[in-house]
């Protein structure tokens, strides 16, 4: 229960950063909707990793080149479902408001954390056998 929590303390700091990146650049760059997303997408991808790796997962394995890799790969992975479904609810379902595009990148968030949840936890983060917690 309490890694759900931390998870959802990193995780809901990450989409500050996502929907505030998001929205600033969508008012600043004119309303190009799709490049605000993957920007504010990557931005909180790169937050969310020191948030996990010091806070969520600290008592976790350590640090190394492959769990750095894995997550950004999966990582990635998310958020190529992010901007995707983020992409159907903006141009298949025409989610065009500032409103609506935010409603659209919420649900696109919230979709793509589930994955991401359990890819952390499973690859990523794996438990150190030789620690004791």
Do not use: P
């Amino acid at each position: 229960m309490l890694e759900i929590v931390k998870f959802g303390i990193v995780g809901g700091s990450g989409v500050l950063v996502n929907f505030l990146i998001f929205n600033l650049l969508l008012r600043g760059l004119g309303g190009q909707a799709m490049t605000a997303t993957v920007v504010a997408s990557c931005v909180a991808m790169a937050t969310n990793y020191l948030g996990f790796r010091y806070f969520a997962y600290r008592d976790r394995a350590s640090r190394t080149r492959s769990q750095i890799i894995l997550f950004f790969v999966f990582s990635g992975l998310g958020v190529v479902m992010e901007i995707g479904l983020f992409w159907v609810g903006y141009h298949g379902l025409g989610l065009h408001s500032v409103l609506e595009s935010n409603v659209a990148k919420a649900a696109s968030i919230v979709l793509a954390s589930a994955f991401r949840f359990l890819v952390y936890r499973t690859w990523v983060f794996q438990q150190d056998a030789h620690r004791t917690v």
